[in-house]
Nanobody
């Protein structure tokens, strides 16, 4: 059974950076696309971006393009979300999720993801 654990969240000032990690256990991430999602209080969960399983192609939401990047290290069974130039509106619980797919492109549709981590809190505040 694939299990995902996010880490790296915290409190940072606007303009700061964080790197979130999504570590997998139980199953190798080979063959799984990984999505990053976030949910702010009172709002629906939204897609931040994703990275395909074997091709390493990533997609990012317009709201984070140019500031966030997604990468993966299959040898470490870990996917990363590098977040730069953080804004208060980036404050949310961030989740990673896995979709067993060997498609060249990953999907931002959260209903396609079957495995979810427990989330990590990111707070941007001065």
């Amino acid at each position: 059974q694939l299990q995902l654990v996010e880490s790296g969240g915290g409190l940072v000032q606007p303009g700061g950076s964080l790197r979130l990690s999504c570590a997998a256990s139980g199953v190798t991430l080979d063959g799984y696309a990984i999505g990053w999602f976030r949910q702010a209080p009172g709002k629906e969960r939204e897609g931040v971006g994703c990275i395909s399983s074997n091709h390493g192609n990533s997609r990012l939401a317009d709201s984070v393009k140019g500031r966030f990047t997604i990468s993966r290290d299959n040898a470490k069974n870990t996917v990363y979300l590098q977040m730069n130039s953080l804004k208060p509106e980036d404050t949310a619980v961030y989740y990673c999720a896995a979709d067993y797919s060997r498609s060249i492109l990953c999907t931002g549709d959260l209903t396609q993801y079957n495995y979810w981590g427990q989330g990590t809190q990111v707070t941007i505040s001065s």
